[in-house]
């Protein structure tokens, strides 16, 4: 069946662009926190994204395209935690299609698994996983050190989980890591003001009560998001944005 391309999808009136939040590509048995997306089912999500003219990118390249009026099209690709199967099944299906993502990396526990989480055992990338992702183009941005809800530490711990995240994967990488996402989305004022004091260029949020360039909104993506689910939470992203134009 010839998937129905909305005009608006192709040409986007938004002010701010469309961001994808992911975590984990992999098959499995049990995912009850809903972090994971299949290999097939990811494949198909990519597949519709290029079907209607969007191109998955980097938030570093999505950012500098939107500050220079050049976004429309591009669909920014994020993935949270730093899971093992980024490497190994997501890079594979977005260099294929040409895309480009973030993944934004819990750098404490590089090389181990999603010990905050109860439930199944992820493993996360290593130290040379990241070098190789970032090696394909993609861009490693930090998580945080040890994923930790923001809002519910002190100030020192706050600090502390900012720099030494950036300077652990400045380390692995050899290059400036610019970019953030809070830990479960949680971000206040506070916190948001010290990502950006400690110098971060961009932020990623989930629902923000405020947008801003450190407290960016993202569309959560999952297992169950097929053709028609895609295009409902687009076409959403474009009705929000307008209202507030």
Request: charged residues 25%.
């Amino acid at each position: 069946m010839t998937p129905v391309t909305p005009v608006s999808v192709i040409e986007p009136v938004v002010p701010m662009p469309l961001v994808l939040m992911y975590h984990s590509v992999d098959r499995y048995e049990e995912d009850p926190h809903l972090v994971t997306v299949s290999p097939a089912r990811f494949a198909r999500q990519l597949e519709w994204l290029r079907s209607v003219g969007l191109r998955g990118v980097s938030m570093r390249e999505l950012l500098e395209a939107h500050a220079a009026g050049h976004s429309r099209g591009l669909v920014g690709l994020t993935f949270d935690d730093g899971y093992a199967d980024f490497v190994t099944r997501a890079v594979p299906l977005l260099v294929r299609h040409g895309f480009g993502a973030t993944v934004f990396m819990v750098s404490g526990h590089a090389g181990s698994a999603n010990v905050w989480d109860e439930g199944p055992r992820k493993p996360l990338m290593t130290a040379d996983q990241l070098r190789a992702v970032a090696d394909a183009g993609m861009e490693v941005a930090s998580h945080g050190h040890a994923h930790v809800s923001l809002p519910g530490v002190g100030d020192d711990v706050l600090h502390d989980e900012l720099r030494r995240s950036r300077a652990d994967l400045e380390a692995i990488l050899g290059r400036p890591v610019t970019g953030f996402a809070y830990p479960y989305g949680d971000a206040g004022a506070r916190e948001v003001e010290a990502v950006r004091a400690a110098g971060y260029d961009y932020a990623c949020a989930i629902r923000p009560p405020e947008a801003s360039r450190h407290a960016l909104a993202r569309t959560y993506i999952g297992e169950r998001d097929h053709r028609l689910r895609l295009r409902a939470k687009v076409v959403r992203h474009e009705l929000q944005w307008r209202s507030r134009v």
